[in-house]
């Protein structure tokens, strides 16, 4: 699946990559050129990112969902331990 970028976000970087070479570079780059070197930064690099990202939320879910029971656990047949607990300290 190849990442795409929304239009003003693909402005925007594609501007970035501008200033970047200004202030870093020796050279400038144009405008031209900075898109191209976007497209291939997505498609060739971008797997690499989208597919770290996609693992790191994996395993943060599994972590979530393994202390599901944890969290939303409920005592079982509570009922009664109630009133006894109660009738202890009456007596």
Not at 8 to 20: F, G, K, L, N, P
Not at 59 to 82: G, I, N, T
């Amino acid at each position: 699946m190849p990442i795409e970028l929304p239009k003003d976000q693909r402005t925007q970087a594609i501007q970035s990559i501008e200033r970047y070479f200004r202030e870093h570079m020796d050279e400038p780059i144009g405008n031209i050129a900075a898109g191209g070197l976007l497209g291939f930064f997505l498609e060739e690099i971008g797997p690499v990112v989208y597919n770290k990202a996609v693992a790191d939320v994996q395993e943060r879910l599994q972590q979530r969902v393994s202390e599901l029971d944890l969290e939303v656990h409920e005592d079982e047949f509570a009922y009664w331990r109630k009133y006894e607990r109660g009738a202890r300290g009456k007596k």
